[in-house]
């Protein structure tokens, strides 16, 4: 959870391809009312664009951390808000899947839906 915590606060600071080095090289989000994007540089070219714009808001809060018993695997689950330019602030909840790959953790999945 720590973790988690640390790469909202990156990007709450601008730092996002630091946060998103944390990717596994083909990893999957499915954000919410798009297609899902595949990869780690498709990741960080959708996710500079999508802060780059006016008005744009991202941040998420972790609630809940497990981890498999081989300790090589793990989910965090928590809330996610968004406000787009052109809109009201959406809240929602999110999962990520993470995998121990060369003793480091790297996120292979994360799913976001809106609580409406």
């Not at 640390?6 to 730092?15: A, I, K």
């Not at 090589?72 to 808000?81: A, P, S």
């Amino acid at each position: 959870m720590d973790l988690e915590k640390q790469l909202c606060d990156m990007f709450q600071n601008g730092h996002v391809d630091e946060a998103l080095d944390y990717l596994m090289v083909d990893a999957l989000v499915c954000p919410p009312e798009m297609e899902a994007i595949r990869g780690r540089d498709n990741q960080k070219a959708m996710f500079k664009q999508f802060l780059e714009m006016p008005g744009v808001e991202l941040s998420w809060e972790p609630t809940e951390a497990r981890v498999s018993s081989s300790c090589d695997m793990g989910y965090v689950y928590g809330t996610v808000d968004w406000k787009l330019p052109s809109s009201e602030k959406v809240n929602g909840k999110y999962i990520s899947i993470w995998v121990k790959e060369d003793g480091e953790w790297r996120n292979a999945v994360e799913i976001r839906n809106s609580n409406g």
